[in-house]
């Protein structure tokens, strides 16, 4: 039998009625989740692949482990993708909804459809998923996970402090929002749901249920520190914050320091590979030099850089993507260009496909770098930055989210200060209220490109 499954089954029978989600005014105690996991157990039946396209609910993560108690592979749905992406991602799966209008064909089940007498558990010996990549730069590749699993029921286990609390904002069907969820019931600690990020209902939900844990994107965190209810809003409760998902501007990641203190981390992983660097607060607070690394790479994890892009292989990897031979001991392109220095700290860059080619000499600028050094002016907030087509060629264009008055030439004239070179000066500024996210809070540069580029 599965170790993964056989801890989650142990874990939801010693939570008993300690409070294993909190969600929409609603709570849900591990004996009521326990009891809901068979009764969804008992309504799906013999599934081979089982689609899961639910938004943040307990039901989300009780159907998926239903599913891998049947022996099913189980398919978060890409929530981030197209219409027509996900209908192709399930290619002839059971599909289980709360959106049921949105899928026209094929085995589409409701979760009342489920809802039958529980049967008895033969567990499998392990567990299989699929999951989509982020989709930010392309239609999402799908997954496989299986061997990872077993890592977190190793890895999550309760504190001799007792339960904690837990805010979920990411989603339950991408790897951070899924591993969030899950760590914290292998860890007996109770999760704070929330059904998409909003910054206030966050400062709410720290302050209500005094929340030790969380974890943030960049564009998120930006959005909580300059949100006018945080300087009233009680933050001592919060025990760690982990960063990740995209780059953190390193004032960014200061400001989070100063508001939330020492419990600040930032780490480095993929939906191929969700564990490969990793810094601590006390790292960061020691040597502020390090504020824009991601840090060193975790034990039983390796690293490389070909060409600049890094390269990553060991215990955290995926089994392969789908249709896709298995990647056993292989290197990994990450698709992320970055450093080492001399200690082993790894530095992002960009990704590759974000790198835009300048000038008559053919520049290859890091768009990242670019936008960490506008986000610095006083007057910006945020920044996103990329290539649009030009009479001769690629031309650095800037989308700008301002905090006071800016004009587009003082923001050029900002980055030619900076830089002291021409081509790291974007062409053209336009600015809007808001930059748009991914489902999963990454800036959305394909739709900033389709804004901006025609």
């Excluded at 587009?408 to 748009?436: I, K, M, N």
Aim: glycine content about 10%; overall charge negative; some cysteine.
């Amino acid at each position: 039998m599965s170790f993964f499954l056989t801890k989650v089954l142990a874990a939801l029978d010693d939570g008993g009625d300690h409070v294993l989600f909190h969600c929409g005014g609603d709570v849900t105690t591990y004996r009521q989740a326990r009891d809901r996991l068979r009764r969804l157990h008992g309504g799906l039946g013999d599934v081979e692949t089982l689609a899961v396209d639910l938004r943040n609910r307990p039901e989300t993560v009780l159907v998926q482990l239903a599913a891998l108690l049947r022996g099913a592979t189980v398919l978060m749905v890409p929530a981030s993708a197209p219409a027509r992406d996900r209908l192709a991602a399930v290619n002839g799966a059971t599909v289980v909804t709360d959106r049921p209008h949105d899928w026209p064909a094929g085995d589409v089940r409701t979760l009342d459809d489920l809802d039958d007498e529980p049967g008895p558990l033969r567990p499998p010996e392990t567990v299989r998923l699929l999951f989509p990549t982020g989709g930010t730069t392309g239609t999402p590749k799908l997954i496989r996970h299986s061997g990872i699993y077993d890592g977190m029921a190793y890895l999550f286990t309760p504190s001799p402090d007792g339960p904690g609390r837990t805010l979920l904002v990411a989603p339950m069907t991408h790897m951070t929002g899924n591993a969030t969820v899950l760590g914290a019931l292998l860890r007996l600690d109770t999760v704070v749901v929330h059904d998409g990020f909003d910054a206030e209902a966050v400062l709410d939900a720290i302050q209500a249920h005094r929340i030790d844990t969380l974890s943030l994107t960049p564009p998120r965190l930006a959005a909580l520190l300059d949100h006018p209810a945080r300087e009233s809003t009680d933050l001592s409760s919060v025990r760690s914050l982990s960063l990740g998902a995209a780059p953190l501007p390193p004032h960014r990641l200061t400001q989070a320091l100063d508001v939330f203190g020492p419990v600040v981390g930032q780490g480095y992983g993929l939906t191929e590979a969700p564990m490969i660097a990793s810094i601590s607060a006390a790292e960061l607070i020691a040597r502020p030099e390090l504020r824009s690394s991601v840090g060193r790479i975790v034990p039983g994890m390796e690293a490389r850089l070909t060409d600049g892009e890094v390269e990553v292989r060991g215990l955290s990897m995926m089994d392969g993507y789908l249709g896709g031979p298995e990647i056993g001991a292989g290197w990994l392109r990450t698709g992320d260009l970055g450093r080492f220095d001399d200690e082993g700290y790894l530095y992002l860059l960009d990704r590759v496909d974000d790198v835009v080619v300048v000038g008559e000499h053919g520049t290859k600028v890091a768009t990242t770098v670019v936008e960490h050094a506008l986000a610095a002016h006083p007057a910006v907030r945020s920044a996103a930055v990329f290539g649009v087509p030009g009479e001769d060629g690629q031309l650095l264009h800037a989308v700008v989210v301002a905090s006071a008055e800016v004009t587009s030439e003082e923001v050029r004239a900002h980055a030619r200060d900076a830089f002291g070179q021409e081509h790291y000066v974007p062409a053209s500024v336009d600015f809007v209220a808001a930059l748009p996210l991914t489902s999963v809070g990454k800036v959305d540069k394909r739709a900033l490109r389709a804004a901006f580029s025609s």
